[in-house]
């Protein structure tokens, strides 16, 4: 049975109007101003619901710091340059980047810190974080100024709304949020349709199977369109860590998880983390299509340990305990298994034709 205050409200929305799409669920849990998700939660940590890997080790951020003075380098060194965030969480990247972004000093100067959140609670948390960066916090993307840009977004994708499709006998049909007999939230499949069949068929890669389950998500093909636009015009790059796939995939994927543990999609609506493995085939078409460059995805583990992760870690352990050489390794190593955090995907977006250095071609070739 769905429970809290958010879910009595979604009820009473699909009983006044009828159901509901999977992606407008899922805005409604997330993002809702009194009762979504990020509207009250502290969802980051060990006594929030996930762990990030900006949370798991300082090198993660370090090397993205480093990787975007080397790409600032290839975009012909502007000054100043927009630095943003998606979804900066904790701050904790953004503050682990810009320290390893003073190592190069003429660099660090350049910055702009924006961050696009939507969360007072997590706005709040940036704030006593990265007081000294002066950063500017923006609800959307579109409200970045104008000129070059570097950007980054870790694990920011798998949290827009998607929308469900299944092939049944009688073709299309789209996924909906429903009431049972109960009064309850529960999935649907409305009636197959033109519409629904177009969409699906445009998403779907490969044959289509008897009760195959479809996922879209419309917001993030219009960020890779909108930034891939912007790319072509104005010099920068963009880096998209995540969960997902560049290939075809089946099966429904939409997740909930609440205090470190998998729970059932519609029962804690505004209490439970949403997210959604993400397509980043799709995303990689739509921005080529808009035309910008494309390069990557690759697995985590393999863009970090090409920085020099490990490097990284033996410089950092030189001066430690031996319990902070312990914790430093065991960060470092989750964030390369292939079974957990090193399977996730990187890819870069990046203004049409920029020459990257040779030590960053990891990102033009494939897993």
């Known amino acids: 049975m769905s429970k809290g205050p958010l879910a009595a409200r979604i009820a009473r929305l699909i009983a006044a109007e009828g159901p ?7 805005a409604m ?3 809702d101003p009194n009762d979504g998700y990020y509207a009250h939660a502290q969802p980051i940590g060990a006594d929030g619901d996930f762990i990030t890997a900006p949370e798991t080790s300082q090198i993660f951020g370090e090397l ?10 290839a975009i012909g060194r502007p000054d100043p340059v927009v630095l943003a965030e998606l979804g900066p969480g904790r701050g904790s990247l953004a503050r682990d980047l810009l320290r390893a972004a003073g190592t190069v ?9 924006y961050l696009i959140e939507t969360s007072p609670r997590l706005r709040a948390e940036q704030q006593r974080r990265l007081a000294d960066a002066a950063p500017v916090w923006l609800d959307a993307i579109d409200g970045l100024p104008a000129g070059p840009l570097l950007l980054v977004a870790n694990e920011f994708l798998d949290a827009l709304p998607i929308r469900q499709f299944i092939r049944g006998p009688i073709g299309w049909s789209e996924r909906m949020v429903a009431l049972d007999p109960a009064g309850a939230l529960v999935f649907a499949d409305m009636r197959a349709s033109p519409a629904a069949a177009l969409l699906a068929e445009q998403a779907r890669r490969g044959s289509a199977l008897s009760d195959e ?8 093909l219009a960020l890779a369109a909108s930034l891939g636009d912007r790319l072509v015009h104005q010099p920068g790059a963009a880096l998209f860590i995540d969960y997902g ?3 075809e995939r089946r099966g429904m994927s939409l997740r909930a998880v609440r205090r470190h543990r998998p729970v059932p999609a519609l029962e804690h609506p505004g209490a439970a983390d949403l997210s959604a493995d ?4 799709a995303f990689a078409q739509a921005a080529r299509s808009a035309g910008a460059g494309i390069r990557g995805p690759v697995s985590q583990a393999r863009f970090l340990t090409s920085l020099g992760a490990k490097v990284r870690l033996a410089a950092l352990s030189a001066g430690a305990s031996p319990a902070e050489r312990s914790t430093l390794g065991q960060g470092l ?6 079974e957990g955090m090193g399977g996730f995907k990187v890819m870069a977006m990046t203004s049409p034709n920029l020459p990257l250095p040779d030590d960053l071609a990891v990102l033009c070739k494939s897993p």
């Not at 000093?105 to 810190?113: D, H, N, S």
């Not at 389950?213 to 993030?220: K, S």
């Not at 190593?333 to 292939?338: F, K, M």
Request: proline share 6%; charged share 20%; glycine share 4%.
């Open 245 to 247: 796939y560049a290939d």
């Open 64 to 73: 993205i710091g480093l990787w975007f003075a080397r790409m600032w380098e």
């Open 278 to 281: 993400v397509d980043f085939g």
């Open 20 to 26: 509901i799409s999977v992606a407008a669920f899922v």
């Open 29 to 31: 849990a997330l993002h």
């Open 213 to 220: 389950i479809v996922e879209i998500c419309p917001a993030a």
């Open 105 to 113: 000093p003429v660099f660090r100067r350049a910055l702009r810190l």
């Open 333 to 338: 190593e989750r964030l390369l298994d292939p």
